[in-house]
Each structure stands twice: as C-alpha cells, then as structure tokens.
C-alpha cells in the first residue's frame, strides 16, 4: 500500500555513544523498506547530506551536558512535530548522569590538562527535562524491535506497543530460569522495564537495569532482598548507579543506600 | 487386553522401551530435564536426558538443584515451569491480516501442531489442566488449547516426596494421581531393584502399556506405592486451610494487610507466570512496516501490570495492594463463582518463584485477623 505521505525523519546526537543510532543503521533489512516510507532528512551518522527542517520526527540521542546542547535542544524541538528520545541518556541522562552525585569541576582539574578548554554543565540531564517528548525508548542501547514498532506506529498513526512491565514478564514468557531465585544472583529485573527480551538472564547473568525503572518499581523491597543475597551497601549503591544512574527512582535507591552508609 | 485400572511393573531399563513406544506413535515426548539451574519441561529423546539422581530444594524465594544419593529419575517436585507453556503457549499467533484491491482478508493460524506426551506429570498439574480447561473451554472454547489438549497424552509420576512449598493436601488436589491420566508411573527405589508401577488410566494407556508386554504388578509393589504416597501427604511443606477462603477473601477487600504485603510486592509479574492456572493474556497487532500485513499475536499478560487495567490514559488497579489482592482474591474466591473450582491447587510455584518470597499460606492467615473490619486506616487504594 501506498501511505499517502512520506515523513521526513531526523536522527540527532547529544551526549551520548551513538550506540542508539547504530540501532537504526542495525535494522540492515527493513532500514531499505524503511527508507520506502520515510525520508531519512538528517542523520549525520548515516550519511553527510542533511535536508532542512521542519522534520515530521525527530529521534534524539543522548543527554544535555553544556548549555550549547541546553540551546540546541530548544531548536530541535522547534522544528520537529514529534519528538522521539532514543535510549538510556535522552530518557534519563545515560552514565554521564553519575556527574550529578559528584564534583564536576573536581573532574575537570583532575582529568584534563587544560581544564580551562573543558565547558560543561554540573548535570546531565535527560530532554524531557528541557523540552516536551512525545515518546521515549528506553534501554542502553536502545531495541531495534522497539525502534521499528515505534516507526511503524508513526507511520500508521497508532499508538506503540511498548510495555512497562517488568523484565520478569519477558523472562518467563522466553522460559529463562530466574537467575535471582535459583541461583542467587542478584537482578534488577524485577524492577526493570521490559523491552530487552530479557537478555542478559537467558546468559546466566542478572539484569542490571539498562532499561530504567517499571511502571511501579519497589526499589526498597527490592533492595532488602539484594542484602539478602550478599549484596552490600557498597555494592547495591553501585548497581543503581550505572546507565540509568538519573531516573528518579533508581537516584532515590542509590542515595538510599549512600545514607545508609555504602561508599560513594 | 489392558484396561484402566490394570497395573504393572516397569523397569528401570524399560523405560526406554516406553519412550521408544511413544515416539514411533509420533508423540513429541516432553519432560523434566535439567536445563539452566533447574528441572524443566523440555523434549527428550532417550531417557538418559531424564534427570536421573538430581532432586530441589525449595524454599519462598529460593530455587536450587541438587544430587541425591540415588539415582531417581522423578526425585524431585515441580519446577519454575508448568505444562501450561504448552496448552496455553506465551505467544500464540491467532491470525494474520493481508490488504486486498477490496480490503483485506484474514487468514486463521493452523490450530494443528505436534502431538505432546507429557511424562512426569503430577497430580496438581492435572488438577492444573482441568482448571484450564474450564478456562479455555466452554461456549468460548480457545481452538488451540483444545486441540493442543485433547491430542497431548499424560503420563503422570506419583509424587515420591513433598516439597518444601507444597500444599496439595490443602487443596485436594493432590499428591496421588487418581483421575485425568493416560499412564501413570510410581518410582520404587529398592535398592538395585529400580523399578516403577505402571498404572493404565485410559485406553490409549492401555494401548501403549500392552504393547510393552510388561508383567502385572505383585500386591507388595502396589502397597509400596500407596505407602509412598501416604508418606508425601503427610510430608507437606506448608499447609492451607480452605474451609473459609470464599467468604475471607471476599470480606476482606479492606483489610490493612493488603497494604503490608504491597510493601514487599514486586509487582514483577512472577507468581502469575510461574502458576500452571492462571490464563491472563492480552493481544497485539504486529504490522509489517509496509503496511500490507498484520499478524494478531497473543501473549501472557499478567494482571500485576498497570496495562492489564489500562482504560484510556490511565489504570483501575494503580497500587500495588490492589494488584495483590485482585490476584489473591481471584485465584482463591472469585475463582470459585467463576470457574466452580478454587484457581490453586497448592503446587508452590508462587512462593518459590517469587523473588522476595512472598507465600500465600503465609499471608492468607493473618487476613482472618480482623477480617471485615472497616478499617480506616491502611486501606488498599485502587
């Protein structure tokens, strides 16, 4: 069938890896049937030719570090209809959001030679934070299923089937052993948004919650139970602290279990 | 000529002979197998895929496999899955639309698939199958389970040994097999002389069990066999009392408890999951990017979710407690006004499963602890 439109699409980077990006580019297959049904404006990543705006929608990776970035989130905005953010940083300010719990300026002395070359923000924001999202993907990277389910909705004028369960959900669905209750190692899934096809439980490895909280997390019953496997505090400050280190409740764990006493 | 009723022994060699029966009647034969770190239903071709000597050890929240000092091949309880992932498939595709010059059409998904035996089936399980069957069946009956249902054969293992989460007995459910099987098998450990008893339960029991040419059961081996399973009963590791649950659980929506346990609940879907009854599904649509396809796609849903009570932007069941209590109060009253059973039949599977071990024969007891009262404090709220 042919859709009576062609959205134009942009993919834009902030702070970030580009592995969200690289999601897109891994669509190999139906990238090209994509590419049928959406004009790919301006992805530098991909290629160097980049249309002008206004963009139908618009795909951002990655979080706000410098105030260039806080500036040029405004224009993004501006001229896209949808607002789309791809993965750990756009949605919750990605690792770089562990800035938020220290000294950045103590950094900055320490890691650069000329620190004075060095500009950036205190925090690591996601963009919701800065302007209106339409829709976030999570993950760290993203799910390239998820991607297209997204860009297909887009297309049909649906909404996305994304579900916020747990990664539990895709675990017993996928008929992965719980690592937690059979083996004892600790696993955020419980507590960690679905999307992922629980990977990591299906290698024998609990999930570290690359995905951000669920819907509904219960971060301290959680957390008493991770003690209870052998978990310190150390160790269950560490764990929320990592991709996803930003959202509310994952913060509110780790300082949780800073004030308990865990090292910093 | 077998016959239901009829008894035998089978060896511990022959029950190769027996898998070899079931697969040249083109059975795919499913079994508990050691998979990951626990026992789990999976296809086997020889018996050596059996966990031969292996047993668990279950405790709420906790799972481990570990050696006997024999080498049973069904020493052990049921594991983190049931035979529901079978009937009742976590992804089931129903039925897949294509766009036409005039519309579109649909085409139903083939109801037909691989003849299952299920060996090693228990007691609660088949009382699990009988409770899905009420589900799936019916004026609504679900095509594929049925179909899936009545071409599976069962054969069931009398369970030699209560596990720590059990609770069967509560339920009359269980631990001895008595109806809803095609064979059923109960392990003898004598020493070396390892060997089963043979029970027919049906005529396609009976088939396959005159077909192995196997002698009948002396009276010691069948009273050995009720021995043990006197012993199981006996050997529970929890217990239920279920003379009140419907009108308990029915009058309690308001009791402060719920809001104790949602201190503790993941919501994270587990015991739902893990629970052979439980039938909760939702759909979804999974259209090619072209546009001229869709497939309808069912998947296990859980009502620990937020979708799962989704009506426009937001949820009916926002608080944990309410979550808890809708699945508790189901599973063990509404069930009973619905389906004319209780929905548990006391495997254990949600306490064991649970991450945080949360065990309902735990729970259940302090709701009579001021059951009715309108307390205003404390209140589950939606």
Known sequence: ?264 | MSAEGDRYVLSRKDVSRLLEQLHQRGYTVLAPRVHEAALVYGEIRSVEELPSGWTDRQEGGTYRLERRSDDALFGYNVGPDSWKKYLFPAHEKLWTARRTAEGFEVEESRKTGPRYAFLGVRACEIAAMHIQDRVFGGPYADPGYQARRTGALIIAVQCGQAGNTCFCVSMKTGPRVTQGFDLSLTELLDGNDHRFLLEVGSERGAEIAESLHLPVAPPKDVRAAGELLDRTAAAMGRTLRTDDLHELLLGSPEHPHWEEIAQRCLSCTNCTLACPTCFCSTTEEVPELDGTKVERWRRWDSCFTLGFTQLGKSSVRRSGASRYRQWLTHKLASWQDQFGSSGCVGCGRCITWCPVGIDLTVEVPVLRTGARSKSSEGTAKP
Not at chain 1, 201 to 212: I, K, L, T
Not at chain 1, 229 to 239: A, T
């Open chain 1, 1 to 264: 069938m042919a859709r009576k439109t062609r959205p134009r699409i942009a993919v834009w980077k902030f702070a970030s890896c580009d592995g969200c990006q690289l999601s897109l580019l891994d669509c190999e297959e139906e990238l090209l049937t994509l590419t049928e049904f959406v004009e790919i404006a301006n992805f530098r990543e991909a290629t160097s030719t980049v249309l002008e705006g206004p963009y139908d929608i618009s795909l951002v990776e990655g979080s706000v570090t410098t105030l260039e970035d806080a500036r040029r989130i405004q224009e993004v905005r501006a001229q896209s209809r949808l607002l789309v953010t791809i993965g750990a940083c756009a949605t919750a300010g990605g690792i770089q959001a562990l800035r938020n719990f220290g000294n950045v300026e103590e950094f900055r002395r320490a890691v650069y030679a000329r620190p004075e070359y060095i500009s950036t923000l205190s925090t690591s924001t996601p963009i919701a934070d800065h302007v209106p999202v339409d829709l976030e993907l999570r993950g760290c990277p993203i799910n390239k299923r998820q991607l297209l389910e997204v860009l297909s909705a887009l297309l049909d004028g649906r909404a996305p089937n994304l579900p916020t369960e747990s990664v539990c959900a895709e675990c017993k669905r996928r008929g992965n052993v719980c690592v937690m209750v059979a083996r004892g190692t600790p696993c955020l899934g419980p507590v960690t948004q679905s999307g992922c096809g629980a990977i990591c439980p299906a290698y024998d490895r609990g999930c570290y919650g690359c995905f951000g909280p669920t819907e509904t997390p219960n971060l301290p019953s959680l957390v008493a139970r991770l003690g209870e496997l052998g978990m310190d505090r150390g160790q269950r400050l560490r764990v929320f602290r990592t991709y996803n280190a930003g959202s509310p409740p994952f913060r509110a764990a780790s300082e949780a279990a800073h004030e308990a006493g865990g090292a910093p």
